[in-house]
């Protein structure tokens, strides 16, 4: 098995760099990575992610961070900072038990937890595992770093993406985004 997982070539996208690289497993590296391969055709182009679906705990990109507050409640912490000169404006982050809101300018970018209390639109969890990720969701692109697997789901018409970061074969945490602009 560990021969089979040595010769295993994955694309992954990194997106965050905005390239794809091709690299080879080695011995002993995360097994939910040769998992994912064999649920899915290596070949098969990575799911996009319809922006409706893009929210956690009730909360979407784009609503109101009054909004949200009302969703979820009063915060533990609830900070306002410049967002820096190469952005400008505000940007208000709500802290809850495993949950992070952020604002910029009024408006959610960006929703993170990693408390399994809090469901995604599609009913995913943090604990879930992958099996009903790729049921769910379908083929990702992925990263791998160490011991962690990124599955990320993009819609590209409004720079948004949905990263489900996985464990061995757990979610364990699940990150929604769009670009600032």
Same mark, same amino acid.
């Given at each position: 098995?560990?021969?089979?997982?040595? @010769?295993?070539?994955?694309? *992954?996208?990194? &997106?965050? !760099?905005?390239? /794809? $690289?091709?690299?080879?497993? =080695?011995?002993?590296?995360?097994?939910?990575?040769?998992?994912?391969?064999?649920?899915?055709?290596?070949?098969?182009?990575?799911?996009?992610?319809?922006?409706?679906?893009?929210?956690?705990?009730?909360?979407?990109?784009?609503?109101?961070?009054?909004?949200?507050?009302?969703?979820?409640?009063?915060?533990?912490?609830?900070?306002?900072?410049?967002?820096?000169?190469?952005?400008? @404006?505000?940007?208000?982050? *709500?802290?809850? &038990?495993? !949950?992070?809101? /952020? $604002?910029?300018?009024?408006? =959610?970018?960006?929703?993170?937890?990693?408390?399994?209390?809090?469901?995604?639109?599609?009913?995913?969890?943090?604990?879930?595992?992958?099996?009903?990720?790729?049921?769910?969701?379908?083929?990702?692109?992925?990263?791998?770093?160490?011991?962690?697997?990124?599955?990320?789901?993009?819609?590209?018409?409004?720079?948004?993406?949905?990263?489900?970061?996985?464990?061995?074969?757990?979610?364990?945490?699940?990150?929604?985004?769009?670009?600032?602009?």
């Amino acid at each position: 098995m560990t021969t089979a997982l040595a @010769g295993i070539t994955i694309n *992954l996208a990194i &997106s965050s !760099l905005g390239f /794809a $690289a091709l690299v080879r497993p =080695v011995v002993g590296m995360n097994q939910t990575v040769a998992v994912l391969e064999r649920m899915f055709n290596a070949t098969q182009k990575p799911a996009a992610i319809d922006y409706s679906r893009l929210g956690i705990g009730g909360v979407r990109l784009g609503m109101s961070v009054e909004e949200a507050k009302r969703k979820l409640g009063k915060p533990q912490r609830d900070e306002t900072k410049p967002a820096g000169e190469g952005i400008g @404006g505000k940007i208000r982050t *709500l802290t809850y &038990s495993g !949950l992070t809101v /952020a $604002a910029w300018e009024g408006k =959610v970018y960006l929703i993170s937890t990693t408390n399994p209390k809090f469901l995604t639109i599609d009913g995913m969890k943090v604990g879930d595992n992958s099996q009903k990720v790729v049921k769910t969701y379908g083929y990702g692109s992925q990263s791998v770093q160490g011991g962690l697997t990124r599955l990320i789901y993009s819609n590209d018409q409004k720079a948004s993406n949905l990263i489900l970061e996985l464990k061995g074969d757990r979610v364990q945490k699940i990150i929604v985004n769009t670009q600032l602009n």
